[in-house]
C-alpha cells in the first residue's frame, strides 16, 4: 500500500460545476497537507496548505482535513476552463521536508 | 518573478550513455531538492540538500546518479549510464530554508526536464 492513495481519473466537468477531489493516507506522523496544480509540461505549483486538521478557504479552492479518517479534499467551485490541469496531493510530517506526493488527478473542465 | 530555473527542458539520449541536468534555485533559497516524475506518477523525492551538505539522499540509485551543489547555489544531477526505466521528469524545487519549527516552508518548482531513453 502506498502511502498516499489518490484517484488518478481522469476527470472531465462543464464549466460552472463543483470539482470534488480527494486522497487518503496510511502514515498518522503527516501534519502538513498539500494541494498542488500541474498544467502539462510545466511543474508543480502550490494551490494551498493546511496543517493538522480543519477547512481552509481560498477563492474557490477549499481544502479540507479530516485526520481521524486520514482523508483530504479540495474543492473547487464555480470551475472555470482554465482550472483544466492535473492535481496533486501532498504531504509531509513535521520533521521532515519529504513531501510525498498522490499520483495525480487530471482534471478537465469544458467550456 | 523569481522562478528556478532548469536546462536542458528536453533531453533525448541513447541507454548507457551519461546525461546531466542542471538546476538554478531560486536566490537566497538555501534548500533545494530533485524530484523524479513518472508519467502518471506523482514526484518522489530523490535528492534533498540543505546549502551544499546531503540532508536526504535515500531514494536516489547511488549506482548511476549522483548529485552535487558544490558551492551551495546552483546543482547538478547526472545519470550515468541511463537505462530505459530513466524517462521520465526531473523536477528540481527550492525553498528558503530547513524545518522552521511550526511553520511551513514553500517548496518552489521548476519547469523540469524531461528526460527520454531510447
Known amino acids: 500500500q502506498k502511502e498516499v492513495e489518490q484517484d488518478p481519473g481522469p476527470l472531465s466537468v462543464p464549466e460552472g460545476a463543483i470539482v470534488s477531489l480527494n486522497c487518503t493516507y496510511s502514515?498518522?506522523?503527516?501534519?502538513?497537507f498539500m494541494w498542488y496544480r500541474q498544467y502539462s509540461r510545466k511543474g508543480p505549483e502550490l494551490l494551498m496548505y493546511t496543517y493538522s486538521s480543519g477547512n481552509k478557504e481560498d477563492g474557490r479552492f477549499t481544502a479540507q482535513v479530516d485526520k481521524s479518517s486520514k482523508y483530504i479534499s479540495l474543492f473547487i467551485r464555480d470551475s472555470q476552463p482554465s482550472d483544466s490541469a492535473t492535481y496533486l496531493c501532498?504531504?509531509?510530517?513535521?520533521?521532515?521536508?519529504?513531501?510525498?506526493f498522490g499520483k495525480g488527478m487530471k482534471l478537465t473542465v469544458n467550456p | 518573478e523569481a522562478e528556478v530555473a532548469q536546462s536542458p527542458r528536453y533531453k533525448i539520449t541513447e541507454k548507457s550513455q551519461a546525461v546531466a541536468f542542471w538546476c538554478d534555485p531560486i536566490?537566497?533559497?538555501?534548500?533545494l531538492y530533485w524530484y523524479r516524475q513518472i508519467l502518471g506518477q506523482g514526484p518522489e523525492l530523490l535528492v534533498q540538500?540543505?546549502?551544499?551538505?546531503?540532508?536526504?539522499d535515500s531514494q536516489l540509485p547511488k549506482d548511476r546518479f549522483s548529485a552535487e551543489r558544490l558551492k551551495g547555489v546552483d546543482s547538478t544531477l547526472k545519470i550515468q549510464p541511463a537505462e530505459l526505466g530513466d524517462s521520465a521528469m526531473y523536477l528540481c524545487?527550492?525553498?528558503?530554508?530547513?524545518?522552521?519549527?511550526?511553520?511551513?516552508?514553500?517548496?518552489?518548482f521548476g519547469p523540469g526536464t524531461r528526460l527520454t531513453v531510447l
Open positions: 540538500f540543505q546549502d551544499e551538505s546531503v540532508v536526504d
Open positions: 501532498a504531504m509531509r510530517t513535521g520533521g521532515s521536508e519529504k513531501l510525498v
Open positions: 524545487a527550492s525553498s528558503l530554508q530547513g524545518l522552521i519549527a511550526g511553520g511551513y516552508n514553500e517548496q518552489f
Open positions: 502514515n498518522s506522523a503527516f501534519q502538513y
Open positions: 536566490s537566497g533559497h538555501a534548500t
